[in-house]
């Protein structure tokens, strides 16, 4: 079965040093979100894109984040620099009106841990 | 802006119970409602999709309502059991069929054999 990839799992960095996490939606999907999840919260969303296009980075802290897309296939997420209250579950999801599945249903990835000291 | 709220943090049930979930909204009906679970360490799982104009969907030991009189979505698990263990997620969306979700915070429902 098609999933999403994420890699690394997990990342320990030290604050101020810069992070990146890489995401690979399912194949076909058009839209890939990225969204960060602090313990004990729901996930929010950070960035959507359509094809390699941003649809919406409203809540991307775009003094120190920021995301691409360049080719309309996998992504990456940047911070830059770290800071301690970066440390969350950073997701990245898929969806695609056009999947076998339900439309508006979003695959999501395993996650990157992030834990800034 | 929009709140969402899932009543408790953590549900603890018996197994073979229902379990009931509550998710309440304010402000204005999104145009559907997702429940989703979510195993500690992974990402969310899709679970099931209730649109603004349904009130009731089933999906084998699960069903979902949805009262936008009362602003609130129920998630109903029935003959649980301990492997139905995980935060469920209620999340509404707006604006189309590719607008954004917006999640709430969890319940965390325990089932003890």
């Known amino acids: 079965e098609a999933e999403v990839a994420q890699s690394p799992r997990y990342k320990i960095t030290e604050k101020s040093q810069a992070v990146a996490f890489w995401c690979d939606p399912i194949s076909g999907h058009a839209t890939l979100y990225w969204y960060r999840q602090i313990l004990g919260q729901g996930p929010e969303l950070l960035v959507q894109f359509q094809d390699e296009s941003v649809v919406d980075d409203s809540q991307l802290p775009k003094d120190r984040f920021s995301a691409e897309r360049l080719k309309g296939v996998d992504s990456t997420l940047k911070i830059q620099p770290a800071e301690l209250g970066d440390s969350a579950m950073y997701l990245c999801?898929?969806?695609?009106?056009?999947?076998?599945?339900?439309?508006?249903?979003?695959?999501f990835g395993p996650g990157t841990r992030l834990t800034v000291l | 802006s929009q709140k969402i709220e899932q009543n408790s943090e953590a549900l603890n049930i018996q197994e073979g119970k229902t379990a009931t979930l509550t998710c309440n909204y304010t402000?204005?009906?999104?145009?559907?409602l997702q429940w989703y679970r979510q195993d500690p360490g992974r990402g969310p799982v899709f679970l099931l999709l209730?649109?603004?104009?349904?009130k009731e969907k089933r999906k084998e030991r699960l069903k979902v309502t949805f009262d936008t009189t009362l602003k609130q979505s129920l998630f109903h698990i029935t003959a649980s059991q301990p492997a139905d263990s995980a935060t469920y997620l209620c999340?509404?969306?707006?604006?189309?069929?590719?607008?954004?979700?917006?999640f709430g915070k969890g319940t965390k429902l325990s089932v003890k054999p």
């Open positions: 999801a898929s969806s695609s009106p056009h999947a076998g599945g339900l439309d508006n249903e979003q695959f």
């Open positions: 999340a509404l969306r707006y604006g189309g069929s590719q607008g954004n979700l917006i």
């Open positions: 209730i649109r603004e104009n349904e």
């Open positions: 402000n204005y009906s999104p145009a559907y």
